[in-house]
């Protein structure tokens, strides 16, 4: 039985809903994920969710070179009913199809980026996590509120068990060499 006062597409059909889906539901809520076939709406931001996110998509762009694109909140197909929206991702150039494009695939992907959320921690920590590794996306950071301050936690995939490892914790500054050299001065949120 459905509630009429709430719209059809609320209701899961009986095999849940597939990444090909998203694109096509009415009034969907922007920034709706897919994971496990179920339909994931994100709540509004905090502060800090945005302004780290703006220093880390800055750094992106003055860090990669004309063969990468950064994008904000664009979701990625991962499997048939897997297609949840990192909050970053580094894509490989040749991924940009048209400005329409809602979605990029699994292998155009270089770098996914998380910052946890209270409502997303375990999303963000361990299920979204384990779809980018079986999904082949080589890296992977975890972005925490640490008393206001971001930590970023980095992951390469081993893609011989298709999990990530972790490589480094980075607290004040973020300096890694690959996917690409990376120098972020992390306490710049506190400009913002």
Known sequence: MTDPSLPGWLFPPEQGFFAQDLDHIPELPPHTELIDGSLVFVSPQASFHTVTLFLLERELHRATSTAYRVRREMSVTLAPRQRPEPDLVVVH????????????????????VEVVSPESELRDRERKPQLYAAAGIPHFWRVENVSGHPTVYVYELDPALRSYVPTGIYHAKLQVSVPFDIDIDLTEVDNF
């Open 93 to 112: 150039a040749s991924a940009l199809k048209a400005p329409e494009q809602t979605t990029f695939q699994a292998q155009d992907v270089v770098l996914t």
